[in-house]
């Protein structure tokens, strides 16, 4: 035949693609081909089917279309010769998915095949049926594959337990068929068939609590099995690097993992096998290491010893060290998901951990950094936090993120002192400032203010800092803000803390206005920068001119917002000269809780106090700007901040005219112990909601600590008429004997008169047997809780 | 034996000029899965003697049917490098015997 003759032979045909020197010189042989290809199929030749379907696979693995091959493999298999069905299913298995027509076609041929007796065509047969069958033709054949499980040749039956996994994870109604023989196949001695049982059993519990009980049973035998193996089952065959079957050993492992989970009983039967496992097998090569990865796994998801818990994780402490990067892979992936769970046992190999911080190997290093940062706790974070600043000052970039929020969070967690907060943060800071989270600074900026004996300290070290890299906006921004607020003691010389500074006026100046005019300074920067230097105007000793001429200028800076400021501040300087000091004084610590929350919190606290009588320091004028200026220069939100007045603009403006200074937020009202008696104690917490005076809310706790329960327990309270009194539902009525769960209550009280507060309580319960009343007043009610 | 390297969704080996790479699953044993491809370019050594690259690319089928012997829908079934390439010989002299009935002249086009 002319088609024929001229076509390739296999091999001929891979040698002249591969010498094709460029694409379309590859494009063009293969197309020459495959219309070869395509003719012969046309014309039918069944002898060449299998050569021509061969060169078209190939052509397939290389990325080239061959659907037009899929009928023919339909034709390969059903053929007679072992040479067709071999391609034949090669091909169905590549070409043929469930996503094309055709695939359901070959389920008769399967079907055909599975029940001839020439056990390479059954192994052919059930490969293709366990890597392509869809759930339909699991069901059609699944009875088939249920009788060679029973098989005499090995061959078949291993193919078919795994053809069984294959099914009853296409349709997992087929447990019901290959449940029952697994108890006779878990008799095997060959290893093939025994890995694809416990395979199988796997799969199985996976699906099923039912099957999974059931199998439980099994936990003994699955435990001699592997003993026998680990012990005296030698065999060169199946072993790797002197290690007994290590394929067979840890899919054991998972299955008594899968069995012994959360079931006492099963976890106490594997115990000592599982001790075994971990201290004999040989670690010297990947195979042995590979069998101890899976029997630590396994040791840590049971419920095993606590001994033996330990020993896993040394386990694990050992393999951070191995020269194979793979296995100090394993290690530390493992070890980051124990850290929660086994703290201390992991915290023991904290060394080791640490050293893994300096792997070349990315994956690695990210992996010890999680680790690393897990395992800092307050005994140890000065070691950890030098080391993990080390770790910043060269680590890869991607980790540069990571690495210092996860210093600065340990920081705020652990820190010793607050000195060493601010180092830290700082240090920080300087190595990875362009990689910290946003509220660093505010955060930074909120340490140093609540520390006042650290001021000297921070303002020196901040402007030195400065004075060497203006370029790292976050530290700049908290430098700027310092030297503006504590500028007086950065010229005021001496420090203990830090080397002796000498500073000149004209050089804290220069550095400011080098921020202000630098290329590198964000908007937000500027911001601080011009602010600070308006602050400094009242620190300085000097005149002002330097700082009124840079103030003029930015007046009609193009960015708008510095132009706001530097308008605003000019008009400081010339109109308002004589309030510029009040107004610049410096600021009160406003309370933790987040820029956003400061804010609101101190305009609801503003509204609360319209209706006390809050003393008025300073004259109403200064002290709106006072305001202005406060909300503006806050840590708390410098660069986008909201309109600094409150939400209803009208009320607002009032309440700045008639009490303008930001008041300082209510304390806490003291708690009253009101009622003792042989152990049952009732005590009083007090809370004025700001937003709503007239109204007082009481909390009545009862605690026990006698050795006998209070039963029935009730309170009932009384007020003047001229209150108004609610009481709602108590927690409960009983209170537990030896400090047990408190009972409480609330009572709310309105006060529109503001009166004196008066209070009666009258109490019914039984305790020790008896029925007990008691009726008080409440003596030294404090005066907060009315006025 | 050759480099080898873990990630989180794949395992690859490196043996001279090949490089093999295997997808896993979450719950697979990363070192395991490293000593299922030696065992596999083990198979494939003993059955074309020295495997090289060559091999693989002119006997790719037979690449697969190896592998077809050792692994079966993502599961081991035959953990004996022996008893694996003994099948894969049965089924070529099965091949073989077969065209020798059928078609004599077809001998020759046993290795496609």
């Not at chain 1, 076609?105 to 065509?121: C, E, F, M, P, R």
């Not at chain 2, 690859?12 to 719950?27: D, H, P």
Request: hydrophobic share 40%; glycine share 6%.
């Amino acid at each position: 035949m002319v088609a024929s003759s001229s076509s390739l032979k296999l091999q001929d045909l891979i040698q002249e693609i591969r010498e094709a020197k460029t694409q379309a010189q590859e494009r063009e042989v293969i197309q020459k081909e495959c219309a070869h290809i395509r003719a012969s199929f046309r014309d039918g030749d069944p002898l060449h089917r299998h050569r021509q379907l061969a060169k078209l696979l190939y052509v397939h693995m290389l990325g080239y279309p061959a659907h037009f091959g899929q009928m023919e493999c339909l034709k390969l298999i059903a053929s007679p010769r072992f040479t067709d069905k071999r391609v034949g299913y090669l091909g169905a298995m590549l070409l043929l998915d469930e996503r094309q027509d055709a695939h359901l076609l070959i389920t008769n041929s399967i079907k055909n095949d599975l029940s001839q007796g020439i056990q390479a065509v059954q192994g052919l047969a059930l490969c293709t049926l366990s890597a392509t069958g869809s759930a339909e033709m699991c069901r059609d054949l699944a009875t088939e594959v249920e009788k060679l499980l029973l098989q005499p040749s090995a061959y078949v039956r291993k193919k078919a337990v795994l053809t069984a996994v294959h099914m009853i994870r296409k349709v997992p109604e087929l447990s019901n068929i290959f449940l029952p023989p697994c108890a006779q196949l878990l008799h095997e001695h060959h290893h093939g068939v025994l890995l694809g049982t416990i395979t199988l059993i796997t799969e199985l519990c996976e699906r099923s609590p039912a099957a999974l009980k059931h199998f439980r049973k099994m936990v003994p035998q699955l435990v001699h099995i592997l003993r026998t193996l680990v012990t005296t089952g030698y065999s060169t065959e199946h072993s790797i690097s002197g290690v007994s079957d290590p394929f067979l050993q840890v899919q054991i492992l998972r299955l008594l993992r899968i069995l012994g989970r959360n079931h006492e009983e099963s976890s106490e039967t594997m115990n000592d096998l599982l001790a075994q496992v971990a201290t004999n097998t040989d670690t010297s090569r990947n195979a042995g290491n590979a069998v101890l990865f899976e029997t630590v796994l396994t040791i840590m998801d049971i419920r095993s010893a606590a001994g033996l818990r330990v020993l896993a994780v040394n386990i694990l402490g050992r393999f951070l060290l191995n020269n194979d990067r793979n296995i100090r892979y394993v290690a530390l992936t493992s070890l980051l998901r124990l850290v929660q769970s086994d703290h201390s046992a992991v915290q023991r190999h904290r060394p080791t951990v640490v050293e893994c911080l300096r792997e070349p190997d990315g994956s690695l290093s990210r992996r010890a950094l999680e680790l690393s940062l897990a395992l800092v706790n307050s005994s140890n974070v000065r070691a950890m936090t030098q080391e993990l600043q080390g770790f910043l000052e060269s680590c890869p970039p991607d980790l540069q993120a990571d690495c210092a929020s996860g210093i600065l969070l340990a920081a705020e967690r652990f820190a010793p002192t607050k000195r060493w907060h601010i180092d830290t943060t700082l240090r920080v800071l300087m190595t990875a400032g362009t990689h910290v989270r946003d509220d660093a600074v505010a955060n930074l900026t909120q340490l140093i203010g609540g520390a006042q004996e650290l001021h000297a300290y921070s303002v020196r070290r901040l402007y030195s800092a400065l004075a060497e890299d203006i370029s790292q906006q976050p530290l700049v921004q908290v430098a700027a803000w310092c030297i503006g607020e504590y500028g007086d003691l950065l010229l005021e010389g001496s420090c203990e803390e830090t080397e002796p500074l000498q500073v000149e006026e004209e050089e804290v100046l220069a550095l400011l206005e080098r921020v202000l005019q630098s290329h590198m300074s964000l908007p937000a920067t500027r911001g601080y920068a011009l602010t600070a230097l308006m602050k400094l105007s009242t620190r300085l000793h000097g005149d002002n001119n330097r700082i009124r001429q840079v103030v003029s200028v930015y007046g009609s800076c193009l960015d708008v917002e510095l132009q706001q400021r530097a308008v605003e501040y000019n008009t400081l300087f010339r109109k308002y000269d004589h309030m510029r000091a009040a107004i610049l004084e410096k600021i009160p610590l406003v309370e933790r809780g987040g820029s956003q929350a400061d804010e609101e919190a101190k305009e609801s606290k503003e509204t609360a106090q319209l209706s006390e009588a809050a003393p008025v320091p300073t004259e109403p004028q200064a002290s709106k700007l006072l305001d202005l200026l406060d909300l503006l220069d806050g840590p708390s939100g410098d660069a986008q901040h909201p309109p600094p007045l409150d939400p209803t603009p009208g009320g607002a403006l009032i309440h700045l005219l008639n009490l303008p200074c930001a008041p300082p937020p209510p304390a806490p009202i003291p708690n009253l112990k009101v009622f003792e008696r042989e152990g049952l104690q009732l005590n009083l917490s007090f809370v004025r909601p700001p937003g709503t005076p007239t109204l007082l809310l009481i909390t009545v706790t009862a605690t026990n600590t006698s050795g006998g329960d209070v039963t029935h327990f009730i309170c009932q309270a009384a007020v003047p008429k001229s209150f108004q009194l609610q009481l709602q539902a108590p927690s409960g009525d009983t209170v537990p004997a030896q400090g047990g769960l408190p009972t409480t209550q609330l009572l709310r009280i309105l006060n529109p008169k503001k009166a004196p507060l008066r209070l009666k309580l009258r109490l019914t319960y039984n305790h020790f047997g008896q029925s007990v009343q008691e009726i008080f007043e409440v003596n030294n009610l404090p005066v907060e809780t009315w006025q | 034996m050759g480099q080898r390297t873990l990630s989180p969704d794949h395992s690859s080996s490196r043996y001279a000029s090949l490089y093999f790479c295997c997808a896993v699953e979450n719950q697979d044993n990363e070192l395991l899965t490293l000593e299922i491809v030696h065992r596999y370019v083990e198979m494939l050594d003993k059955y074309f003697g020295n495997v090289c690259e060559l091999d693989i690319i002119f006997n790719f089928e037979k690449a697969y049917f190896i592998l077809d012997e050792f692994i079966i829908g993502g599961e081991i079934q035959e953990t004996s490098k022996k008893s694996a390439v003994k099948a894969i010989e049965d089924s070529d002299m099965l091949q073989e015997v077969s065209t020798q009935f059928l078609m004599p002249r077809e001998k020759m086009m046993v290795v496609l």
